[in-house]
C-alpha cells in the first residue's frame, strides 16, 4: 500500500529565509510524487512532481523539490521564502508500478511566513 | 472550459436528505477523481473515473455514495440519507491522457455541512 507522511504540521519562515517542508513516502512501485498548494477556500494548485530523471526538479513561483531515494523524502524547497508563500502544502504519491490510479494525499504543512 | 468547476460551493443539508454534487471537468480530460477533504486533513480518494468507466471505487465510505460520469465529461457524486460524518469539503480534480503521470487539476470544491 502507499502511503506519505508530512511530519510537521506547521513551519514558520522569516521572509527572505530558506524554507523546508519534509515530505516523506512509501510505495511498492515507482514513486510518482507531487507538490500542491492550497490557499484559504480554494483547490488545491499543482506545484512539481518527480516522475524520473533528475532528482532536483524545478517548478512553480520557485519552489524546487529534491526526490531521495535512500531516504524514500521529496522535501519541497525555496531559496528565499515570501509572506505570499504562506499557504497550505500537501506532498502526494501514487505507485507508478501498482497500476492504481490512486493518488494519495499527506495530511498537510501549513507555512507560515512571517515579515 | 479555463478550469475545473463544482456546483453547488456550499451546501447546507439536513440529516437524513439526500445531495448531489457536480464536477464540471477541463473539456478533454480523460480522468476525474474525487476527494474528500474534513476540516484541518488531506484528501482522501474517494473515486476515479476514466471516460465514462468508474474504474476504481475503493474510497466510497458507505454505499449511501455513489458517483456517475455517463458521457465521459461531467460527473455527479451523489450522497443518500446524509449523516453529519458526511460533513467535508468534496473536491474534484481531472487529469488528461489517462492521469497516469500527470498532474491534476483541482475544482474549488463543495462544501457540504450536514445539520
Known amino acids: 500500500a502507499q502511503s506519505v507522511a508530512q511530519p510537521e504540521d506547521q513551519v514558520n519562515v522569516a521572509e527572505g529565509n530558506p524554507l523546508t517542508v519534509k515530505c516523506t513516502y512509501s510505495?511498492?512501485?515507482?514513486?510518482?510524487l507531487f507538490w500542491y498548494v492550497q490557499y484559504p477556500n480554494r483547490g488545491l494548485q499543482f506545484l512539481l512532481k518527480?516522475?524520473?530523471?533528475?532528482?532536483l526538479v524545478k517548478g512553480s513561483y520557485g519552489f524546487e523539490a529534491e526526490f531521495n531515494k535512500s531516504q524514500t523524502s521529496f522535501h519541497l524547497k525555496k531559496p528565499s521564502a515570501l509572506v505570499s508563500d504562506s499557504a497550505l502544502y500537501f506532498c502526494?504519491?501514487?505507485?507508478?508500478?501498482?497500476?492504481?490510479?490512486?493518488?494519495?494525499f499527506g495530511t498537510g504543512t501549513r507555512l507560515k511566513v512571517l515579515a | 472550459g479555463a478550469g475545473v468547476s463544482q456546483s453547488p460551493r456550499y451546501k447546507v443539508a439536513k440529516r437524513g436528505q439526500d445531495v448531489a454534487l457536480r464536477c464540471d471537468p477541463i473539456?478533454?480530460?480523460?480522468?476525474l477523481f474525487w476527494y474528500q477533504q474534513a476540516l484541518g486533513q488531506g484528501p482522501e480518494f474517494l473515486t476515479y473515473?476514466?471516460?465514462?468507466?468508474?474504474?476504481?471505487k475503493s474510497g466510497l465510505p458507505s454505499d449511501r455514495f455513489f458517483a456517475e460520469r455517463p458521457e465521459g465529461s461531467v460527473s455527479t457524486l451523489k450522497i443518500q440519507r446524509t449523516q453529519q460524518e458526511d460533513s467535508a469539503v468534496y473536491l474534484c480534480?481531472?487529469?488528461?491522457?489517462?492521469?497516469?503521470?500527470?498532474?491534476?487539476?483541482f475544482g474549488e470544491g463543495s462544501r457540504l455541512t450536514v445539520l
Open positions: 473539456s478533454g480530460h480523460v480522468s
Open positions: 518527480y516522475i524520473t530523471g533528475d532528482n
Open positions: 480534480a481531472s487529469s488528461g491522457a489517462g492521469g497516469n503521470t500527470g498532474e491534476l487539476f
Open positions: 510505495v511498492s512501485g515507482n514513486p510518482y
Open positions: 502526494a504519491v501514487r505507485d507508478g508500478g501498482s497500476g492504481t490510479y490512486k493518488y494519495i
Open positions: 473515473f476514466q471516460n465514462e468507466a468508474q474504474l476504481d
